[in-house]
């Protein structure tokens, strides 16, 4: 039963936060824009609009469809008992769930592909082979800053790799942590599809991404599309904050806004580097994500450097 309370505790605050993060990475934009913008909520009232419309389907599509929005949203919400948030501790960790994290968020990936394809429109057939070949590369980067927080947390538990009952200080391990911090940010960017790799606000589908990908979807079936997005950007914030913030005051309290502080910053820079960047050319994006291997390859060397 404590298991239990646990989760749907765990659930409740990854389901209220967000959102809320989105909507300050717009309304940070909006800002930079000279506008006022939406409020920080708008999201949670698309959301409720959206769940409250129907969807409508192609006869063209099979089952696959249907299910991809269900199964990314189901995806992230498991995902998500993984991540420690601030003062709690993640409801799901063992030796190992690193592998079931990659293993899940590949699933996802994998039907929301199929789900693309499924349509037979070759504008969402063109996202969805876009989507596999720069996930191949964020991977490569993902797995290697993995490896390399393994190796300072002596575990492959990532609520161990990540939190702060290790040796793990940027006193102590500054350049490897710095090195991460700089990779996992462009995975961050890579795998929620910001600027620089792709533009959640763009309508033009001949430069998109993961949005052409789901140009089919509507009502309750984009909502699902909508929160999966949400949450797996909470996700990837809550892996880096502590990578960034790697120690705790003991005052639970003040640990808590320490971490919803570090959180609401880094939406804040992502919202800036959004509204100081360009999204780069498609043919440019591999050479970024391999700047991002790069970084996590050398922050290995340099873990493994200093023994």
């Known amino acids: 039963m404590i298991m239990i309370l646990s989760i749907l505790c765990h659930w409740l605050i990854v389901l209220l936060l967000a959102p809320f993060f989105i909507g300050v990475i717009a309304k940070v934009k909006a800002f930079f824009s000279g ?27 099979t089952w696959i469809f249907r299910a991809a929005p269900m199964v990314l949203l189901a995806s992230v919400l498991i995902l998500s008992l993984e991540i420690p948030l601030g003062v709690f501790k993640a409801p799901v960790q063992f030796s190992g769930d690193i592998f079931f994290l990659a293993y899940l968020l590949a699933l996802a990936r994998f039907f929301m592909i199929a789900a693309a394809l499924d349509t ?51 006193s102590h391990v500054g350049p490897a942590l710095l090195l991460i911090v700089a990779s996992f940010f462009i995975v961050l ?24 990908m789901v140009l089919d979807h509507s009502g309750v079936d984009l909502a699902y599309v909508s929160y999966a997005s949400a949450i797996k950007f909470l996700i990837f914030s809550g892996i880096l904050v502590p990578i960034i913030i790697p120690f705790r005051t003991g005052d639970l309290v003040m640990d808590m806004l320490i971490f919803l502080g570090g959180m609401l910053g880094l939406a804040v820079c992502v919202g800036i580097v959004e509204s100081s960047m360009a999204r780069l050319r498609l043919n440019r994006v591999r ?21």
């Not at 910001?194 to 998109?208: F, K, Q, S, V």
Request: proline share 4%.
């Open 35 to 61: 506008k006022v913008g939406p409020s920080v909520f708008q999201p949670f009232f698309d959301l409720i609009k959206l769940f409250n419309k129907g969807a409508v389907y192609s006869k063209t599509t």
């Open 189 to 212: 960017l890579t795998e929620n599809y910001r600027i620089p790799i792709d533009d959640p606000d763009t309508h033009l589908e001949l430069t998109m991404i993961h949005e052409v």
């Open 120 to 170: 037979g429109f070759s504008m969402e057939g063109m996202g969805a082979s876009r989507e596999a070949f720069f996930s191949c590369l964020s991977e490569l980067a993902l797995f290697m800053n993995f490896i390399t927080l393994a190796l300072l947390a002596h575990s492959l538990s990532l609520s161990h790799m990540i939190g702060a009952d290790i040796p793990m200080s940027w």
């Open 287 to 307: 050479n970024f994500l391999l700047i991002a291997f790069a970084l996590a390859f050398f922050g290995f060397i340099v873990t493994m450097w200093r023994g």
